[in-house]
């Protein structure tokens, strides 16, 4: 492991839940998540078909890419934007895929710590690198799609596990985590457009 790979500038760390979890609320899981579910769709998609609606809710994406490549400047109310909207996803899929069973809060931190490193832009980022990113990665979309099915195979066995015993196999949380992980990394390096560090093949931080 290199040392960019080992303080790679997107984190994301869960706390494991050495204890029972509710089993109840676990049963019906994906009906408890409806509500946070359609609070996190709203930020994401925006509300309405007009297009102002649809670019603040959601990732600025876009934008962020024509300021770097012209301007070299990264706004940083867009990076906070980008931010906050990663962390209430990811808090919502801990939720949702069972690895806690506190309900998801829409600011603050929880148990779920995610962050990304604020880029020097003139220092650390090729403007026109930002052009490509999203073809680089490719590689990484391919396997995010593998390990995505897996963690659906995964989330599923242990549903039923905190359903008999009320405890998420460690392994098996591990896993999920580190392919959250791996989605995160990816969408720091191509999308968020906050680093050129080659997001690392690999699910542990």
Not at 76 to 100: E, G, K, P, S
Not at 190 to 196: C, E, K
Request: net charge negative; proline share 6%; aromatic share 18%.
């Amino acid at each position: 492991m290199n040392e960019a790979e080992a303080d790679y500038p997107a984190s994301l760390t869960i706390d494991y839940p050495d204890r029972e979890l509710d089993r109840l609320t676990t049963l019906f899981r994906l009906f408890t998540a409806i509500p946070i579910g359609v609070v996190v769709g709203v930020l994401l998609w925006g509300v309405g078909n007009d297009d102002s609606a649809r670019f603040f809710g959601t990732f600025v994406v876009v934008p962020t890419l024509l300021m770097i490549l012209v301007r070299q400047k990264y706004p940083r109310w867009w990076f906070d934007w980008n931010l906050a909207l990663a962390r209430i996803v990811t808090r919502f899929l801990a939720y949702l895929t069972c690895m806690t069973d506190e309900y998801p809060s829409t600011d603050e931190e929880q148990g779920v710590h995610l962050d990304v490193r604020y880029p020097d832009v003139k220092a650390e980022l090729n403007p026109w690198l930002t052009l490509v990113k999203w073809l680089l990665a490719i590689p990484h979309y391919v396997v995010l799609f593998f390990l995505s099915v897996a963690a659906v195979v995964v989330v599923i066995i242990a549903w039923f596990n905190i359903l008999f015993t009320g405890r998420y196999p460690r392994d098996l949380f591990d896993f999920v985590v580190g392919v959250i992980r791996w989605y995160l990394r990816v969408w720091a390096y191509a999308f968020l457009l906050t680093t050129d560090i080659y997001p690392p093949f690999r699910l542990v931080s």
